[in-house]
């Protein structure tokens, strides 16, 4: 356990972050989440005022900005050249533009290196969208959590507070329109991947998610 991978990915609303975590916590075991770092890089473009929309633009800027990823589960941490970038990239505007930035291979690249470089020697669960497909293929668990849209639609909704709330339906849309982007880009594509385990959490509560995945790595590592 003490060098195992955990690869979770999945689309947003799928309750990743907070199982992640969970099972982390729970295996005394490290927590990575790259979403948080697509979202850092699109953070310090918005703010140095490169266009997101002009891909070579965003490739000749990837590899500028410094991001270090804290990896304790109970309180994750991320700084973008330093400054402290959790607040930042849970803005509306980031999320809007994640999608775009995340396509550009040159970004892939990039934070693939650094998240191998955290990953290390292992001992980690990592979440994302092609952990199991690019990052750590060769991860002893490989699990893929969903729920059906208007689950995760609900779900994210709950999360929103103060200026960010909205209907349930704008963000079924934009959760839609975020997938719609991230499964159909032409680089390491959102989905699931060979090997994965599908785990659909629609009908579950987070305990039953996470004692179900702590079963899953007890049986495969
Ligand atoms: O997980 P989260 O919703 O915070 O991820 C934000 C965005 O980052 C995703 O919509 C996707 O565009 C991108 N992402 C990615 N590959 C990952 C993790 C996230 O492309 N491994």
New binding site residues.
């Given amino acids: 356990l003490a060098t195992a991978v955990v690869a979770i ?1 999945g689309p ?1 609303g799928s309750g ?2 907070s199982v992640s975590r969970a099972v982390a916590a729970r295996l005394g075991l490290r927590y990575l ?7 850092a890089m699109t953070w310090w473009m918005l703010t140095n005022g490169v266009d997101i929309h002009d891909p070579a633009a965003v490739a000749a800027a990837s590899d500028k900005p410094q991001i270090v990823s804290g990896t304790a589960p109970d309180g994750p941490t991320i700084t973008v050249d330093g400054r402290d970038a959790a607040g930042p990239i849970r803005t509306d505007e980031v ?1 809007k533009a ?2 775009a930035v ?2 550009v291979p040159e970004v ?1 690249t990039r934070l693939v290196d650094l998240q191998r470089a955290v990953i290390g020697a292992g001992g980690i669960v990592v ?5 199991a497909s690019v ?1 750590a293929p060769d991860a002893p668990v490989k699990v893929y959590l969903t729920a059906s849209e208007a689950a995760r639609a609900a779900r994210r909704n709950a999360e929103l507070t103060g200026t960010q709330a909205t209907s349930v339906e704008d963000t079924r849309a934009d959760l839609a329109r ?1 997938d719609a ?2 499964s159909g880009r032409a680089v ?1 594509p ?1 989905g699931m991947a060979e090997g994965a385990i599908l785990v659909d959490t629609t009908e579950l509560n987070r305990e039953q998610v996470v004692d179900h995945l702590l079963a899953l790595v007890a049986e495969h590592v």
């Fill in positions: 990915d947003s990743k972050s989440d790259t979403g948080a770092m697509y979202r999320t994640v999608s995340s396509a892939r979440e994302g969208r092609d952990i990052v975020r982007l991230d390491a959102a």
